[in-house]
């Protein structure tokens, strides 16, 4: 049994193409945000990390923004690959009490890559 | 990075019976272990904290009668779905975190997940 949910949101682009996918935090005492790419039938992969003293972070291809304000993340991926097509989800660390260390996903974003 | 592995990939059972998957740190001590379940084109949802030597923390409206979580070492957890019905048909995915982490603002390791189908 599946249970009725909302679906993911989806974003299609053409390989070569910048992607943005934007994700929606809930606590606004949350000091560490993680970037997660989840293939098909496979566990959360570590894409990209920021802690909250920072409004952005570069990696390979990637890059995070952090607005604090209005508790926002967005992942950008310079020239997407097919290889890139994949479920993203950003995650909220909880760093206090009886919650320490936990994760908290968002929604998450279908990325489809076309060649 | 670290890997977390978790066994089996995915299972079929029958209504009624026990399903047990296990989670283990091959190259790091968790004292932490996270265990998650994820419907179809939906995120990750936290069951369970699992600690070693003590008790899960469960959360809220997660049965720990019919989930139940054992992390006997620091390497291991493993999670048993009692009495399983096709309604807990799911991905089960469980992730850990090195003991040796600077606090909590360090990378969880996932568990390549598994397919549990209760026919």
């Known amino acids: 049994g599946e249970s009725v949910g909302l679906h993911l949101p989806t974003l299609s682009v053409q390989e070569g193409d910048n992607s943005i996918i934007n994700c929606a935090y809930s606590?606004?005492?949350?000091?560490?945000f993680i970037w997660y790419k989840q293939e098909s039938g496979k566990g959360p992969q570590f894409i990209i990390d920021?802690?909250?003293?920072?409004d952005k972070r570069q990696g390979q291809r990637v890059t995070v923004l952090l607005n604090k304000t209005v508790k926002h993340l967005s992942l950008q991926i310079a020239a997407t690959q097919p290889g890139d097509s994949a479920v993203y989800f950003c995650?909220?660390?909880?760093?206090?009490?009886?919650?320490?260390?936990?994760?908290?996903f968002g929604q998450g974003t279908i990325l489809t890559v076309h060649p | 990075g670290a890997v977390v592995s978790q066994h089996p990939s995915w299972v079929i059972c029958k209504s009624g019976t026990s399903v047990k998957i296990e989670c283990r740190s091959l190259?790091?001590?968790?004292?932490?272990m996270f265990w998650y379940r994820q419907f179809p084109k939906q995120s990750l949802m936290l069951m369970a904290t699992?600690?070693?030597?003590?008790?899960?923390?469960?959360e809220q409206g997660v049965e720990k009668d019919k989930f139940l979580i054992n992390h006997a070492s620091l390497t291991l957890s493993t999670l048993t779905v009692t009495s399983a019905h096709p309604e807990d048909s799911s991905f089960y995915i469980c992730?850990?975190?090195?003991?040796?982490?600077?606090?909590?603002?360090?990378?969880?390791?996932f568990g390549q997940g598994t397919r549990l189908t209760v026919v």
């Open positions: 699992s600690n070693e030597g003590s008790k899960a923390t469960y």
């Open positions: 190259d790091f001590q968790a004292t932490t």
């Open positions: 920021i802690r909250s003293n920072m």
């Open positions: 995650a909220e660390v909880h760093a206090g009490g009886t919650s320490y260390g936990k994760l908290t």
């Open positions: 992730s850990a975190r090195d003991i040796l982490g600077q606090g909590v603002n360090t990378e969880a390791f």
């Open positions: 606590n606004s005492a949350s000091d560490y």
